[in-house]
T-cell receptor, first 111, second 118 residues
Framework: DARVTQTPRHKVTEMGQEVTMRCQPILGHNTVFWYRQTMMQGLELLAY????????DSGMPKDRFSAEMPDATLATLKIQPSEPRDSAVYFC?????????FGDGTRLSIL | AQTVTQSQPEMSVQEAETVTLSCTYD???????LFWYKQPPSRQMILVIRQEAYKQQNATENRFSVNFQKAAKSFSLKISDSQLGDAAMYFC???????????????FGQGTILTVHP
C-alpha cells in the first residue's frame, strides 16, 4: 500500500534551534496538509497545499513557522527559532479529492 | 464556525459487545464528506469509514457502521463485536467540498478514547 512518509519520527532539540520536518506524499495526490496535535488543542491544521501551491497557512505562527513544497514529492515544515510550546506531534497528510491519508507523524520535543 | 463535536471524551465496552460513538457537526454546506479516524497508541491516523453527505445509505465497513442523520447533523459510529485491537482514540471529521480554499480541508472533533475490556 502507498503511504505518506514523514521524517524524522522523533526529534529532541533545544530551544532556539531550527527544526525541519519532511513529508513525502503519496504519488498522485494533489493536496498536502500539515497538522499539529497536542493534548490541549487536539488536531490543528497548520498549512495546506494544492498542486504545490500554498492555499491556507492561517493556522501557522508566521513569525517562526514556514511550510514549502519544493516539488511534488517533498513538503517541508520549518520552525525557526523553536520554542518549548512547539512540542507536539506534527502530521503530514495527502489526498486527491477524497479522504486524507496520514503519515506516522513527527514527535517533536523542544527542551 | 464549522465545528465538529464529540461529546463523549471516553467510552468503554466489553470485548464482543457493541459500542456507539457520537458525533455532531455544524456546516452551511450541502455537500461534504464525513469520516471516522482511529488513532491507536502507535499514533497512526487510520481511516475507519467514510460517508458522502449526498448518499442516504449508511456506510458499512465490516464491523464498523455509521448512522448518518443529515438533517440532525449527526454521524455516529457503531462498532460491533468489539475487539481488543479496537482500543484507540477515535476522531470524527468533516471535509468541506465547497470551492476555493475550503475544499478538502478536514475539521476534527476532539476525539473519544475507547477502552475495550477483555
Amino acid at each position: 500500500d502507498a503511504r505518506v512518509t514523514q521524517t524524522p519520527r522523533h526529534k529532541v532539540t533545544e530551544m532556539g534551534q531550527e527544526v525541519t520536518m519532511r513529508c513525502q506524499p503519496i504519488l498522485g495526490h494533489n493536496t498536502v496538509f500539515w497538522y499539529r496535535q497536542t493534548m490541549m488543542q487536539g488536531l490543528e491544521l497548520l498549512a495546506y497545499f494544492r498542486n504545490r501551491a500554498p492555499l491556507d497557512d492561517s493556522g501557522m505562527p508566521k513569525d517562526r513557522f514556514s511550510a514549502e513544497m519544493p516539488d511534488a514529492t517533498l513538503a517541508t515544515l520549518k520552525i525557526q527559532p523553536s520554542e518549548p510550546r512547539d512540542s507536539a506531534v506534527y502530521f503530514c497528510a495527502s489526498g486527491f479529492f477524497g479522504p486524507q491519508h496520514f503519515g506516522d507523524g513527527t514527535r517533536l520535543s523542544i527542551l | 464556525a464549522q465545528t465538529v463535536t464529540q461529546s463523549q471524551p471516553e467510552m468503554s465496552v466489553q470485548e464482543a459487545e457493541t459500542v456507539t460513538l457520537s458525533c455532531t457537526y455544524d456546516t452551511s454546506e450541502s455537500d461534504y464528506y464525513l469520516f471516522w479516524y482511529k488513532q491507536p497508541p502507535s499514533r497512526q491516523m487510520i481511516l475507519v469509514i467514510r460517508q458522502e453527505a449526498y448518499k442516504q445509505q449508511n456506510a458499512t465497513e465490516n464491523r464498523f457502521s455509521v448512522n448518518f442523520q443529515k438533517a440532525a447533523k449527526s454521524f455516529s459510529l457503531k462498532i460491533s463485536d468489539s475487539q481488543l485491537g479496537d482500543a484507540a482514540m477515535y476522531f470524527c471529521a468533516r471535509m468541506g467540498m465547497a470551492g476555493g480554499t475550503s475544499y478538502g480541508k478536514l475539521t476534527f472533533g476532539q476525539g473519544t478514547i475507547l477502552t475495550v475490556h477483555p
